[in-house]
């Protein structure tokens, strides 16, 4: 599989970690949109939001808990926004399920 987020949860591409446990990941964007933008992927391969079955509603819950605590760690705990894209179309870009945390500025509605 040619999946770049797979990668980087090999080993195979570095990343900013700051976050990992044994079933997810969270690394620094390497394109910031915002003074904290974090990046929370799980570390089995899921190609986006639809790809999430009922037998995966634990891992999605993990994923919502650790980008709630990658805020705190990074200091914007209590003003975040989380955004998860599914398909090109919704502005996904890498077709691993993935949630983006960002915070340290104001949020300007709407956001696209």
Same mark, same amino acid.
């Given at each position: 599989?040619?999946?770049?987020?797979?990668?980087?949860?090999?080993?195979?591409?570095?990343?900013?970690? @700051?976050?990992?446990? &044994?079933?997810? %990941? *969270?690394? /620094?964007?390497? +394109?910031?949109? #915002?003074? $904290?933008?974090?990046?929370?992927?799980?570390?089995?391969?899921?190609?986006?939001?639809?790809? @999430?079955?009922?037998? &995966?509603?634990? %891992? *999605?819950? /993990?994923?919502? +808990?650790?980008? #709630?605590? $990658?805020?705190?760690?990074?200091?914007?705990?209590?003003?975040?926004?989380?955004?998860?894209?599914?398909?090109?179309?919704?502005?996904?870009?890498?077709?691993?399920?993935?949630?983006?945390?960002?915070?340290?500025?104001?949020?300007?509605?709407?956001?696209?």
């Amino acid at each position: 599989m040619d999946c770049l987020f797979c990668k980087i949860v090999a080993g195979e591409i570095p990343a900013d970690k @700051v976050y990992e446990d &044994d079933e997810v %990941l *969270a690394f /620094r964007d390497i +394109a910031p949109q #915002a003074p $904290v933008h974090v990046l929370v992927i799980p570390k089995r391969h899921l190609a986006g939001p639809a790809a @999430v079955e009922k037998e &995966d509603a634990g %891992l *999605a819950g /993990r994923l919502m +808990a650790v980008a #709630a605590e $990658v805020a705190r760690q990074e200091g914007v705990g209590e003003h975040f926004r989380l955004v998860v894209n599914n398909g090109a179309e919704a502005g996904q870009t890498v077709f691993h399920l993935h949630m983006h945390v960002l915070g340290g500025r104001r949020m300007e509605w709407p956001p696209g």
